[in-house]
């Protein structure tokens, strides 16, 4: 399902259900999410409406070292 990651180059699916379960604030709305990307593999790319509407990008994901 990448063609639905037309935006997003570089968030996959095993980094934002990590994202989900250690930062995002809202747990209730984190889990909805975490059954949705149970239907996508671990290293697809997470598609640009779920980023969207989690109101995420990919600067969230960056790591600075």
């Known amino acids: 399902m990448s063609e639905l990651a037309r935006k997003n180059k570089t968030v996959k699916v095993h980094q934002l259900r990590k994202y989900l379960i250690k930062n995002y604030p809202n747990r209730s709305v984190a889990q909805i999410y975490l059954e949705v990307l149970e239907n996508f593999e671990e290293d697809e790319l ?3 409406l779920i980023l969207e509407n989690l109101l995420l990008d990919e ?3 960056r790591v600075d070292g």
């Open 59 to 61: 600067e969230d994901f």
């Open 46 to 48: 997470v598609p640009d």
